[in-house]
Nanobody
Framework: QVQVVESGGGLLRPGWSLRLSCAAS????????VNWYRQAPGKQRELVAS???????NYADSVKGRFTISRDNAKNTVYLQMNSLKPEDTAVYYC??????????WGQGTQVTVSS
């Protein structure tokens, strides 16, 4: 069983920056597609950013130019650098690891709150 742990959430002011981390167990971390999702209160979970095993990235329009996803396979970790944070970025952020077989693993989430 793959364990996925997010960290780095917090309470921030608009315009601030924050880096989330997603650490996973296992020896084949580098083969996973890794996604960051978020879910705000009363809203559906939405895909924020993705990074493939080859480090190709994709972003939701709402975060393009502000968020950067990256991975360090030697550390079994994916990062989400979030800049110019807005109140609408407030959500629980979840890390998801996906395999081509269809298996998927989720973390427990980390809260990000952006408020003045």
């Amino acid at each position: 069983q793959v364990q996925v742990v997010e960290s780095g959430g917090g309470l921030l002011r608009p315009g601030w920056s924050l880096r989330l981390s997603c650490a996973a167990s296992g020896r084949i971390f580098g083969t996973y597609l890794v996604n960051w999702y978020r879910q705000a209160p009363g809203k559906q979970r939405e895909l924020v950013a993705s990074i493939t095993s080859g480090s190709n990235t994709n972003y939701a329009d709402s975060v393009k130019g502000r968020f950067t996803i990256s991975r360090d396979n030697a550390k079994n970790t994916v990062y989400l650098q979030m800049n110019s944070l807005k109140p609408e970025d407030t959500a629980v952020y979840y890390c998801n690891l996906a395999q081509v077989t269809g298996r998927s693993y989720w973390g427990q989430g980390t809260q990000v709150t952006v408020s003045s």
